[in-house]
């Protein structure tokens, strides 16, 4: 009885250890992590970025010129969690728009980013027919603007500068946020090119740039290449465009700096991931 005995608590102190080791890995790949994580998703000629800061909180900057935004969206997010915490709508142009009119419908939307620029498009009036009926009420952004969702992330808005600029071309009033944490930094420029560079701001060197306007011929001036020096430059684009995206003095621009070069039509989507110190990237293909 005695050998039984034994033999029980040895058993049992076995299990007891293993069911210790399995709480403890279960702990470390089950948690949500403190990590950053941006997506460039591969939605064709336009801009669609997803933002996952360490808290959980999820955040999407344009809805490309399609609705594969809403199919990449029904993957990210859990069935019973629905909903996006912050949108941004840089600049209302069909490219960066058109999905968002599908996303407002399908998700709940914590708050909805603009700028103060309207459009003149039958797109642009069902986007705004679409948030009345929704009863989304917009916020116009500035320079002057502080975005918390109460993160250790910080969104800082760039430009523009004025809620209502006067402007010839919208996208000289597109919304251009700086995403930081701890020692990583992000530039997300949606299509501000270079007649408005460097923002008016005082920005310095950055891990990760989103390419102005898809990479064009006039995207960034060799001074704000230079000011930022991006390790890393995400171009998003359609395969064999018919704009001629990316500019050739684009792509000279970046090797010149040494950065390395990202593109959606060739990579697919591009995620980049970040501890707030070390970062990697992942590609599509």
Same mark, same amino acid.
């Given at each position: ?9 040895? *058993? #049992? ?6 069911? #210790? ?5 279960? =702990? ?24 996952? +800061? ?19 969206? &029904? ?13 941004? =709508? ?18 709940? @939307? ?23 009926? @929704? ?8 320079? $002057?603007? +502080? ?12 430009? %523009?500068? /004025? &809620? ?7 996208? /000289? #009033?597109? @919304? ?35 390419? %102005?306007?898809?990479? $064009?011929?006039? #995207?960034?001036?060799? &001074?704000? *290449?230079?000011?930022?020096? %991006? ?14 995206? %990316?500019?050739? $003095?684009? =792509?000279?621009?970046?090797?010149? @700096?040494? $950065?390395?070069?990202?593109? +959606? ?18 590609? /599509?293909?």
């Amino acid at each position: 009885m005695k050998r039984t005995t034994k033999n029980i608590v040895v *058993v #049992a102190t076995i299990l007891i250890l293993f069911l #210790a080791c399995f709480l403890v890995w279960g =702990l470390f790949f089950f948690l949500p992590r403190q990590q950053l994580s941006l997506k460039f998703y591969d939605v064709g000629q336009g801009d669609s970025v997803f933002i996952r +800061t360490p808290a959980g909180y999820k955040i999407v900057v344009d809805g490309g010129p399609n609705n594969k935004v809403v199919n990449y969206l &029904e993957k990210e997010l859990a069935l019973w969690d629905r909903k996006i915490d912050l949108l941004v =709508l840089t600049h209302p142009q069909a490219d960066h728009l058109f999905g968002l009119v599908e996303v407002v419908k399908r998700f709940k @939307i914590g708050k909805l980013l603009i700028s103060g620029v309207d459009n003149d498009t039958n797109l642009y009036k069902l986007w705004m027919k679409t948030l009345k009926e @929704i009863g989304i009420n917009p916020i116009i952004v500035t320079q $002057s603007s +502080t975005i918390s969702l109460s993160d250790t992330v910080n969104f800082g808005v760039v430009w %523009p500068k /004025e &809620e209502k600029p006067q402007v010839s071309d919208l996208n /000289e #009033a597109c @919304i251009v946020m700086k995403v930081s944490y701890g020692n990583f930094d992000a530039l997300l420029t949606g299509d501000a090119d270079q007649k408005v560079q460097p923002y008016g701001s005082s920005l310095s060197e950055v891990e990760v740039l989103k390419v %102005p306007h898809h990479g $064009s011929k006039t #995207a960034m001036s060799d &001074e704000f *290449v230079s000011l930022i020096k %991006p390790q890393v430059s995400v171009i998003s684009l359609g395969k064999n465009n018919s704009y001629g995206h %990316p500019g050739k $003095s684009t =792509l000279e621009q970046l090797q010149k @700096i040494k $950065s390395k070069i990202f593109r +959606t039509d060739q990579n697919g989507t591009i995620e980049i991931v970040s501890d707030g110190d070390r970062w990697y990237t992942l590609t /599509e293909r």
